[in-house]
């Protein structure tokens, strides 16, 4: 195992223990120990950030210790929209929650008009629409069991036509994001977390900087509008020590300096804190 440092010092320490648990009739392992939803909670939706893959303790957790009200964890790694949509213990706590944090999640990993994926593991590709082939006719989609592998090849096998799937990609981003919200039907702090502020997606495919594809304008858009937008872009300084404190194998070395690190949490929790505490007590 490595504790996180840029020089990957070999040191012997035990794995990280997520404590995974499931919550009612949901068929996702969350991130643990399991919490009472009896009395008041905040919920945490997200992906592999918010779950805090190799993190001792992520935001959700750091908010909990600064606002003193239960944070229930129900990030989930690569996790998209879709993914909280067809949970119905996930929505149900959601709607039960005094509030819910929802990180923005990219909009590669959901199905659209051009291709299908995992309804739970949103990062895996199915299948291509018949729109899609058209578009795209020289591509072999058995090739690719990720949305990114797919992606990734298809911007640079036709650059040209890529804009038009970007274009899809942001235009059910927007609808599904909506939605989510809706059907929440709670205050929403809409979270940015990212190592770059939003702003116009550039042409092509990111090399990185998740959330991939969301502008700006596509956060402005949305309907109904959160309750409260919180943007993470995460400081110099933590992304300088972007590995410092986390727990990973030596094989996860390139996986792990791709996530934000435990300085970045505390910048999120930081943020997030005053805005939730703000937000609850207007709607008590």
């Known amino acids: 195992m490595v504790v996180g440092s840029m020089t990957y010092e070999t040191r012997r320490v035990e794995a990280l223990d997520y404590f995974p648990c499931r919550y009612g009739t949901s068929r996702n392992g969350f991130r643990g120990p399991k919490r009472s939803m009896e009395g008041d909670y905040i919920a945490f939706l997200g992906g592999t950030d918010t779950y805090g893959r190799f993190i001792p303790r992520p935001f959700p957790a750091l908010v909990e210790d600064r606002i003193g009200m239960a944070c229930v964890n129900f990030g989930w790694l690569n996790a998209g929209v879709d993914a909280f949509l067809r949970d119905d213990a996930v929505m149900d706590a959601a709607r039960g929650a005094r509030a819910v944090v929802l990180q923005v999640p990219g909009a590669q990993n959901m199905s659209n008009r051009y291709y299908a994926v995992h309804p739970r593991r949103n ?59 809706r059907q929440i039907g709670r205050p929403v702090v809409l979270l940015w977390f990212a190592d770059h502020a939003p702003g116009p997606v550039p042409q092509g495919m990111p090399a990185s900087g998740e959330p991939l594809f969301v502008s700006d304008e596509m956060m402005a858009a949305l309907t109904p509008q959160p309750a409260a937008q919180v943007l993470v872009r995460a400081s110099g300084a933590a992304m300088a020590r972007r590995t410092d404190g986390m727990v990973f194998a030596a094989e996860e070395a390139a996986i792990a300096a791709e996530v934000m690190g435990p300085a970045a949490h505390q910048e999120a929790a930081a943020a997030l804190a005053p805005a939730i505490e703000a937000l609850i007590g207007a709607h008590r």
């Open 123 to 181: 990062d895996r590709f199915l299948k291509a629409s018949v729109l899609m082939r058209r578009v795209f006719p020289d591509a072999d989609f058995t090739e690719f069991n990720f949305t990114r592998h797919m992606l990734t090849t298809l911007a640079s096998d036709a650059p040209d036509r890529f804009a038009i799937l970007v274009a899809e990609m942001q235009f059910a981003w927007i609808a599904r994001v909506g939605d989510l919200i």
